[in-house]
């Protein structure tokens, strides 16, 4: 079992900045890839940014790339998600995700442990 507990969500301005953490408990944090999901109100829940067991590679979906980075502390068990120039349409709920097997995914149901999100708001 893996607990997720994230934390840094909140209000910025467009083209500001906000850094997501992931704190995990439970299981070898570093045997887990770990991805970013994010959430608006009234659409599905899409992916943003996912990373290997090591942190040696990781990507990201287009409306993100060039502006977040995702990283990892394996020694802290923390997974992070930097938020650059954000755009009101970042608004939405995120959730960081654990998966088995170490290798990157974009797949939701890939996908075994979850957070319970973390509010993220730009205002324009």
């Known amino acids: 079992q893996v607990t997720l507990v994230e934390s840094g969500g909140g209000l910025a301005q467009a083209g500001g900045s906000l850094r997501l953490s992931c704190a995990a408990s439970g299981r070898t944090f570093s045997s887990f890839a770990m991805g970013w999901f994010r959430q608006a109100p009234g659409k599905e829940r899409e992916f943003v940014a996912s990373i290997n067991w090591s942190g040696g590679w990781s990507y990201y979906s287009d409306p993100v790339k060039g502006r977040f980075t995702i990283s990892r502390d394996n020694a802290k068990n923390t997974v992070y998600l930097q938020m650059n120039s954000l755009k009101f349409e970042d608004t939405a709920v995120y959730y960081c995700?654990?998966?088995?097997?170490?290798?990157?995914?974009?797949?939701?149901?890939?996908?075994?442990?979850w957070g319970q999100g973390t509010q993220v708001t730009v205002s324009s």
């Open positions: 995700a654990a998966k088995g097997g170490g290798s990157t995914s974009s797949s939701m149901s890939s996908y075994n442990y």
